[in-house]
């Protein structure tokens, strides 16, 4: 079986921006007077290289505002506002890899409490999406909660592609190859972000739920390989992948399990394209293109039509 190595690093960077129409010049008050469950870690980390706050203004900024975007159409009124914003207060977390999940959870709670001190917009930068408003970061660590950056393209939206379904027309399982998709988070748990690219549009988000779920599984082996090997260096891992409905279910977090037909494992294929980016796909003894691939067998019934459960959304704030 071949093997892929990239390298992992000692330490990793998040970052979450705040935009109101006010911050105070010194917006780190407003963490010290918040509550929640997070109370205890934020102040112990606040003034630290793993949790700096920052106001920013406009002029002098060394982002974009206008790079930030709506994951979802609900979010566009958001975007806008963040867009146009000219006051942020910036989270930073450098953090060792080895305190991961819990110094972005810690991190993403300090941008959640500042947006709700101040009538604000809170924005993952990594991603590059703006958050849910008024939301609250749960205690246990959920992948769905927004850390990917995992949304389909408005494709067929907007008109750019009139590839045929396939289930109306079997020629139009090829009838485009439109999609790539490309995860924006991984890194910062010490991974090389995933993609999967010339997907055909009607198998958009079965494409993006294999995507989901490679993520989940490579996770999980990376967390277990953290807790019992070097911290740093280079991670060598088999460049074919066992999935399974538990790392579906796993992705949401959900306690209502996700029913896949057939609930069977299936395998993807691996390859490096850079240190920092994994590409996936059928594996090698697959008959046929990507797109034969997403829609036949030998993906379970669910990864074709499953969004996602309510009860995986990001928690509101009391």
């Known amino acids: 079986m071949a093997t892929i190595t990239f390298p992992v690093p000692s330490t990793t960077t998040s970052r979450f921006a705040v935009a109101a129409t006010s911050i105070?010049?010194?917006?780190?008050?407003?963490?010290?007077?918040?509550?929640?469950?997070?109370?205890?870690?934020?102040?112990?980390?606040?003034?630290t290289p793993q949790l700096q706050v920052a106001r920013e203004d406009l002029?002098?900024?060394?982002?974009?505002?206008?790079?930030?975007?709506?994951?979802?159409?609900?979010?566009?009124?958001?975007?806008?506002?963040?867009?146009?914003?000219?006051?942020?207060a910036v989270v930073t977390a450098f953090a060792p890899v080895t305190d991961q999940?819990?110094?972005?959870?810690?991190?993403?709670?300090?941008?959640?409490?500042?947006a709700e001190?101040?009538?604000?917009?809170?924005?993952?930068?990594?991603?590059?999406?703006?958050?849910?408003?008024s939301a609250q970061e749960r205690t246990r660590f959920v992948l769905a909660d927004r850390w990917l950056g995992d949304v389909l393209p408005p494709f067929r939206a907007n008109g750019r592609c009139t590839a045929a379904d396939p289930g109306m027309d079997p020629e139009g399982v090829n009838g485009c190859a439109c999609v790539r998709l490309r995860t924006r988070g991984l890194r910062r748990f010490g991974l090389p972000e995933l993609?999967?690219?010339?997907?055909?549009?009607?198998h958009d988000l079965a494409a993006l739920n294999v995507l989901r779920t490679t993520a989940r599984r490579l996770l999980t082996g990376h967390w277990s390989w953290l807790a019992t090997g070097p911290a740093v260096g280079d991670r060598t891992i088999p460049d074919v992948l066992d999935l399974t409905p538990t790392d579906f279910n796993d992705f949401w977090g959900t306690t209502r399990r996700v029913p896949l037909t057939p609930p069977s494992p299936f395998q993807v294929?691996?390859?490096?394209?850079?240190?920092?980016?994994?590409?996936?796909?059928?594996?090698?003894?697959?008959?046929?293109?990507?797109?034969?691939?997403?829609?036949?067998?030998?993906?379970?019934?669910?990864?074709?039509?499953?969004?996602?459960?309510a009860e995986t959304r990001l928690p509101k704030a009391a």
């Not at 982002?63 to 963040?82: I, N, S, T």
Request: aromatic share 8%; net charge negative.
């Open 269 to 309: 294929h691996l390859s490096s394209l850079t240190s920092r980016l994994i590409a996936f796909g059928p594996p090698t003894d697959f008959e046929g293109t990507v797109n034969d691939w997403l829609w036949g067998d030998p993906l379970p019934l669910g990864m074709h039509d499953y969004q996602e459960p």
């Open 101 to 114: 999940p819990r110094a972005v959870q810690v991190a993403r709670a300090a941008a959640y409490a500042i």
């Open 195 to 202: 993609q999967i690219a010339g997907v055909a549009c009607p």
């Open 24 to 47: 105070p010049g010194d917006p780190a008050a407003l963490l010290r007077a918040a509550a929640g469950p997070y109370q205890a870690h934020i102040a112990g980390r606040l003034g």
């Open 59 to 88: 002029g002098r900024l060394r982002w974009d505002p206008g790079l930030v975007k709506a994951p979802r159409p609900e979010d566009r009124q958001l975007a806008r506002a963040f867009n146009d914003a000219e006051q942020f």
């Open 117 to 133: 001190a101040t009538g604000g917009i809170a924005a993952d930068l990594v991603t590059g999406h703006v958050l849910p408003p």
